[in-house]
């Protein structure tokens, strides 16, 4: 089985920074498309931000030049680090991951997800 754990969120005023990280653990032959989403209460979940397979990134417009989406593939994580963080960033944060096993099967794998919250 594999799962995905997220750590590093918290609490931070405006203007703060935080280091988001998702490590995938268990049968994995290969992990494509890794993306971050994020839900606040009474809303959508939506993608935050997105990597490729080949490190190819995409954001959302409301974290474009704030956010940046990283993987190690080595390590079986990707990471979001968030800087000039806003009262409006906070949400819970969840990892995807499109994964491979060792049957050559891909799947589709969410963590547990890590509350982040900004305020003063």
């Known amino acids: 089985q594999v799962q995905l754990v997220e750590s590093g969120g918290g609490l931070v005023q405006p203007g703060g920074s935080l280091r988001l990280s998702c490590a995938a653990s268990?049968?994995?032959?290969?992990?494509?498309?890794m993306a971050w989403y994020r839900q606040a209460p009474g809303k959508q979940r939506e993608l935050v931000a997105e990597i490729t397979s080949d490190s190819s990134t995409n954001y959302a417009d409301s974290v474009k030049g704030r956010f940046t989406i990283s993987r190690d593939n080595a390590k079986n994580t990707v990471l979001l680090e968030m800087n000039s963080l806003k009262p409006e960033d906070t949400a819970v944060y969840y990892c995807y991951a499109d994964i491979m096993n060792y049957i050559a099967q891909w799947r589709d794998y969410w963590g547990q997800g890590t509350q982040v919250t900004v305020s003063s």
């Open positions: 268990g049968s994995i032959s290969r992990i494509g498309y």
